[in-house]
C-alpha cells in the first residue's frame, strides 16, 4: 500500500500543526480533526491511507475511536498509529491490543512519524 492521505487527529493545535507540517513535507496530503466524533467522520469521508491519532483528547478518546474504527467494514482496515504522551509500555501493550500498527511517543520527533509512513 502506498501512503498518499494521512487523518491526522490531536486536540492540541501545536501539536496537530506539527503533524500536519511533517506530512506535508513528506508530499503527503494531511487531513485533520481535533476530536474523535469529528475523527470518525473524516476516516469514513476522505478514507485516508493511514491515520495518527492521540489517545488523551477530550469527549472520546483515541481509544474509543479506534474501537469505533475498528467496528465499522469502510474504516476497519486503515492502519492507525497513535501519537501520545501515554508513552508506558503499559500504554503502547494497550495500544496494540486495540489494533494499533504503531505508536509515537510526544514530543513529537519528525523522524519517528516518517519511520511509521515508510512502514506503509
Known sequence: M??????CV??????????LKI??????VG?????GKDALHLARSEKPDLIF???????????A?????????????????????KSQKADQAWAKMQGAKGFVP????EQAIMEEIRKF
Open 23 to 28: 506530512v506535508a513535507n513528506a508530499n503527503l
Open 53 to 63: 491519532l492521540d489517545i488523551v483528547m477530550l469527549g472520546m478518546d483515541g481509544f
Open 106 to 109: 510526544k514530543p513529537i520527533k
Open 65 to 85: 475511536v479506534m474501537r469505533e474504527l475498528q467496528k465499522d467494514p469502510a474504516t476497519k482496515d486503515i492502519p492507525v498509529v497513535f501519537v501520545s504522551s
Open 2 to 7: 502506498t501512503v498518499r492521505k494521512v487523518l
Open 10 to 19: 490531536d486536540d492540541s493545535a501545536a501539536e496537530l500543526d506539527l503533524i
Open 31 to 35: 487531513v485533520s480533526a481535533t476530536n
